[in-house]
Each structure stands twice: as structure tokens, then as C-alpha cells.
């Protein structure tokens, strides 16, 4: 008997709805579900490798130990005895502060990431805290901590309203977004293109370039000296205009100064975009009934990635397109409570609240920067660490300078993984936890349903069940191991404390539709629920559209959502400013003090000649891969070898370099042997190659991955080079040297 299950896609972030056709335990079709709310069909080549995702026999189903060097199945019990065994010594002698984490990307994308990943942490006792989030988008973080005071209101360009579009260095038409959740981003663009202009400044003739209305081929590491220029002009012809919000901004008359030295004649050699370009940019941006400057990858894994991120803002602000509808606007999930009366003001946002121990490198948003990880592995003295806990990460091909951090993570005395592979990482384990099937657990997109750009929400149940335990409950345990309370102890201690705790503040908290109800009553009211949904169930119910336990019997509920298996619809975006600005002074601070600090170190790279390269690698993203860990799948490497090294003619001819040759390319921290692809896809003096290839470890258990290995391109990355406002790793732009092999 074939069943249709609507289930929402956990694998990129634009949460496309899809239909998978299951007869017993077998997938037997999975295609854009037309009836999702916010996809409408939507599908990507990806989405539909669920099944083969599902059914990888190189997937683990059960927990691995290390015993004499090699990987044994054993029982979860036994599994989480051994990390008890192993972790007492180490805390014993070397005290909780020898204890770290990474955190990958899909704990972005799973519920037990959302919800049970903090317990572990606080368990954990130590600030040794390092993400995936320090290797793309920190500056952005920061930046809305400094402007608006709130690092999680990522301004999104709403692009269903919009008529100009400016995309610095973000190719959503193979991405699918980032940092803004639209599904179907390809149409939303062609939609932008057919109304209006999107702009693409980018190294590389993307596809989203090639589909776009006009393209700027930049020299990588210099969209600041774009965008201050284009402030600049703004200022010069009048065009400065912040509207609605002009009461509420301050530092107006700092930029205009700062950028004085910054005009498109000063900043057109560096840029590689030629002044009267610049200006007309800036004047059809300005004049746009509506227009949003979105920035991602290319512009903000650079040296200056938060400066980039900020002037991406203010150009917004200045011209009229802060928080409003056809600029960039701010989320609003629908579980959210807002209030519009609310006085404008906060405690504001710092980093640097305490800083790394071997270099010294201030925190960001509770994180240390990914560009020391190794560091603190190899530096000795009181501190260093000696076991890592690696959940849904893969750093050693994604952190900068990865060769180093695989030697640093072999010296470890202890780790543990929570993957669902034996991957390059993960094969450093001394014990692997495996989570369950994307098929085999529930879907809420706390995170994207948070950067979207309508008030959508929809939650998936389980299609399959099985008797492996939901990463909900890994976590739940391993925070009961990491915090001392023994590796029997019940996971529930972890499921009734944020219970409680999440019922406690919505009882004792007056804007909440619960506000002095009977906590047993609410208690009672989600109890049947497995514990994450429990959360779900309150958050959906307390929020501005919820059923408040009874309160509109109508409202927002798990079970709403559960009886709307496509999602349901609250509407666009809403204007939030300025009630929804956090900053100490109330106001949108467009020169905070660390920019303004940090500006002085821009001033003075600018002065001085560029780095003499002849050549700097970027980066590039392709539709069928997902960071490092999709290349298992075989209809999504099958076909040409993608893992290759772009060159231009022109640098082709002068190098030697042949099409299909091999060529070696060296950066200050490793060399890597690549296939030549020529192309005029990319700018002369730029070549490119993806990340998140080189799957030829051999301790690692990939078969299919194996056979189209590709080389690891953050063999080139250079940990010594970094983002200081955010301590966000340089990804771009590297200085390389490519020569035939
Ligand atoms: N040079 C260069 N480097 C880059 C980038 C770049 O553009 N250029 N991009 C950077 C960016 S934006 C990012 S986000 C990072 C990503 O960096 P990481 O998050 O470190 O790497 P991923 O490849 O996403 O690895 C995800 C891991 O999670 C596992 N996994 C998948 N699903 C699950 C699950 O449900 N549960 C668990 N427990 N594990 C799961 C996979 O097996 C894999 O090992 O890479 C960064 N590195
Ligand atoms: N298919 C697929 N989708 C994905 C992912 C994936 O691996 N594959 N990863 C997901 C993740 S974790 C993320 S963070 C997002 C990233 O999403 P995007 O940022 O949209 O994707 P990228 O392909 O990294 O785009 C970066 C672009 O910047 C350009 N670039 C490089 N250097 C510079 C520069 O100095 N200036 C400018 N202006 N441009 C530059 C590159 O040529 C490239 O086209 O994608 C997500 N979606
Ligand atoms: S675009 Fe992203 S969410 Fe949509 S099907 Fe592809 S991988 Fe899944
Ligand atoms: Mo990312």
C-alpha cells in the first residue's frame, strides 16, 4: 500500500515541502510537493536523495567504538559507558576547561540541533566553544548586534517585494539562499529580473550572474571598497536619504565622513569596476522604488567581512530600504510575540567578553574563531584542550588550514562525534553517535522559519519509524555523561528541565497568552507529546498567532500544523522598527564603536599596495553538493569530475596550463594537485575551487565518495589571516600559485 507523506526538506535552507511516496519501508518516489505553502513544488536534485540518503549503507545505524585503532559496533549503553570511562580521567586531571566542541551546519537544520545541543554545552563547563558559524557568516552576526543590537536578525532582502536586487558574492541560484530562506530562489530572482534589476557583483560568472540583469566581476576581498564607494556617492549627489527611519538612526554623520576618502575614482583600481560604473550602480540602486544589498559567502569570508557586512547595511539604511517592504526586512516566525508599542532599546551586544587562551582572540556570539581551533589543540599549559566533542561537523575539510587541524585532532586524548558517517573527521572519534535518517525523525526549522521571508511554519513527523534513538535523545544523554550524571542516567532529566523551564517563563512572563496559568494544567496539556515536540507544542501556542492552551481555540498549535501538512501561512513581513531595535541607545547605530575601530585598520590596508599576487583562489558551491557530506550519494557525483581548479585563458596560456592538465596550487599553508577546467567563467587573476572535496582519507568510510575524491581545498585556506571583528575564517581571495604539474 503506497502512503504520500508531506515532509519538509532539512537539507539547505530554503525548506522546500516535498512528497514522498512510500509503500512499507521502501521510498518509492519523492517530487516537489505542489501543495506546500511556501515551495509550491519546488524541488532540487538534492531533495530528492532523501531515499538514497537513507538507505547509504555507509550511514551508521548504531554506535561506534575505537578499540586497537578500529571501529567496533557496539551498544548504545555501552557506548555512552565508554565516554563516562574516558572523560572522568581527563576532567580529573586537566579540569573541564581541556574540554571543546564543534558544532557543524545541519545542527542548523535538525530539532535535537535547536534544542539539545545547549544542555550539552552547559554540561560541558567550558567556553572552548567553536562552530561552523566562524567559517561563513560571524560577520554577519556581528553586525546585527552592533546596528540593531539583536546578533539574530539577519537583515533579509525581501525579495518577493523588491525591484533592485544587489547580490554581493552569493550565488543563491545554486545555494538556494542563505541567511534568507525562500524556496524556489531561482524563480523569486527571475521574478526580481523581469520587474526590475538584480545586480550580481561577483569573481565568477556564476549561474546566478549569468541569470541576472547585469554582472560586475570584482577582484575578490575588495566588495568594501565597492560598497564604501557607493556610500560615498550616495553622500556626493545627494542621494542619502534615510526616510521612515530617520529619528531612529544614529552615526549618520561619521560614515559620511569616513567615506569621504572612498570615491569610485579612488577605489576603481582596487575593485576592478571602473568609477562610472560605480556611480551608475549607486544611482539606479538609490532610485529604485525599492532596493536591498544582500551580501553573502564571497563578501564576508574575507579580511573584512564585518566591515563589508556593515557597509552592505548602512548603503541599505541610507537610501531609504532599512526595514521596509522591498528592502530588507526582519523575520517574524510565526511563533514569535511582537509588540509594536515596544520602547525601542536594549542591553546592546558586545564580543570580546572573554577571549581565547593560546592567542588571545576575543569571542563572538558566545565563540572563539575557527582560525584557532588548532592552536588551542597544539598549545601547551593549563587549558589546552584535550578532548573535542564533534557534533554534525566536519572541520577537518571545512576549517581553514584543515591538514593542520587533522594532525591537531589525531594528538587529541579523546572525542566523541555525534555523525551519521565515518567521515574525515569523524574517523579521529574514539566513539561515534549516530543520529537518525532525515525520514526517521520529526522536521521544525526553528532556524530558517526565523530568517524567512514570509511568516510560514510547518512541521514534518516521522515517515519511518525505527527503534534507533532520535538525536534529540543522543544529546540529552551525552549532556547526562559530559555533566557527570552517569551514563545511565535518564535523558529525561534533560527533556523535563527545558520543559519546565520553557513553561515557567511563559507563566511568569505577563505578554504571554499563558501568563498565570496552572503549570500542571500546561504540563498536563503537552505531555503526550514526544519531549522536543512538547517545546514546539508551547512555543507555537504562545506566540502571536497561538492557540494559548484554550485561549482561541483557532490559534496556532503542533496540532494545527500536524492537520496542515503543507505548512501554513501567516503572510509577508512586517515592518519591525523601531520597536524591535535592541541596541543600549534605542537607535540603529550605524558607527559603532568596533566598526569605527576597526575602519582604521581598513584605512591603512588601503594605503598600503595590495599583497602583490598574480593569482587568488575563491571558492565556488554546485547544486549537487552540500558542504562535504552529500558526494556519498551516487546520482549526485556520477558525471564529470566537479572538483576541478577554474583558470582563465588568459592565465592558462601564461601559466601553461592545459584543459584537463593537472596543475598544482600552492598557498602559504599547503599544496593541492587539481584538475585544470579553463573558462572565462572566472576574472583573470582569479581561479576557483569548491570545498568540502578530498575524500580520500583513508581512515574514513565513504565508498562512494572514495571513488570521486577531489582534492580538500582548505588545504589552502590560511588560518594565520582572519576577520578580527569577528574572528570569521578568510575563505577568499587566498594568494595561490598555480603551476603545471
Ligand atoms: N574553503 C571553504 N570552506 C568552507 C566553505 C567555503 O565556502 N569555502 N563554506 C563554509 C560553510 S558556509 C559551512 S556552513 C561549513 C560547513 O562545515 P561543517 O558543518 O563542518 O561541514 P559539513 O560538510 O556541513 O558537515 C556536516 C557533517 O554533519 C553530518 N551530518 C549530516 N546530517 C546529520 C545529522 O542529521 N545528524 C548528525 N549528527 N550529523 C549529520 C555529516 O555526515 C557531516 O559529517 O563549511 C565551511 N567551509
Ligand atoms: N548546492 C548547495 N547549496 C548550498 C550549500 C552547498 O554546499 N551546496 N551550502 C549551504 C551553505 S552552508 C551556505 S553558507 C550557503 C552559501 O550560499 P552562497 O553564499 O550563495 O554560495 P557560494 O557558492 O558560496 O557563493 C559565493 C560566491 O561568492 C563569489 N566570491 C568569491 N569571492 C568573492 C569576493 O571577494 N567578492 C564577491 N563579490 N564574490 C566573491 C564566488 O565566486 C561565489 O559565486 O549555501 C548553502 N546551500
Ligand atoms: S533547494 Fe534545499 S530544501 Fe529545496 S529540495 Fe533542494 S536541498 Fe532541499
Ligand atoms: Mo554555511
Known sequence: MTETHAVTCPLCEATCGLEVTTDGDQVVRIRGDMNDVFSKGFICPKGSTLKQLHEDPDRLRAPLVKRDGKFVEVGWDEAFAEIEARLQPIIDEHGRESLGMYLGNPNAHTIAGALFVRPVIMAMGSRNLFSASTVDQMPKHVTAGLMWGDPGAFPLPDLDRTDHLLILGGNPYVSNGSLVTAPDFPGRLDAIVERGKVVVVDPRTSKTAQKAT??????PGTDIYLLLAMINECFAAGLA?????????????WVSEAVASFTPEAVEGRCGIDAATIRRMTQEFAAAPSAAAYGRMGAHTVEFGTLTSWATDVLNAITGNLDRAGGIMFAGPPWERFDPQRTPGGRGYQTGRWHSRAKGLPEANGEFPSVTLADEIETPGPGQLRAMFLIAGNPVRSYPNSERLDAAF????????????????SQHADVILPGRSALERSQFDFAFYSNAIRRVVNYTPPTFETDQPDETEVLARLANVVGGFGADADPALVFDSMVEFTIDREVTN???????????????AVAHWPPAERIIDLRLQTGDFGAGFGADPDGLSLQK???NPHGLDFGPLIEKFPAAIKTASGQVELAPEPIVADFERLRASFATDPAASDLVLVGRRHLRSNNSWMHNVKVLVKGKDRCTLQVHPDDAARL?????ARASVSSRVGTVEAPVEVTADVRPGVVSLPHGWGHDAPGARLSVAAEHAGVNSNALTDDAVYDHLSGNAVLNAIPVEVAPV
Open 214 to 219: 547585469e554582472h560586475h566581476t570584482i577582484v
Open 241 to 253: 536619504e534615510v526616510g521612515r527611519l530617520e529619528p531612529h538612526v544614529a552615526g549618520l554623520d
Open 410 to 425: 589525531a594528538s587529541l586524548d579523546f572525542m566523541v562525534a555525534v555523525d551519521i558517517y565515518v567521515t574525515e573527521s
Open 510 to 524: 505577563e505578554s504571554s497568552p499563558i501568563f498565570g496559568r496552572n503549570k500542571d494544567e500546561i504540563r498536563g
Open 561 to 563: 500544523l500536524i492537520d
Open 656 to 660: 601553461g596550463l592545459a584543459d584537463g
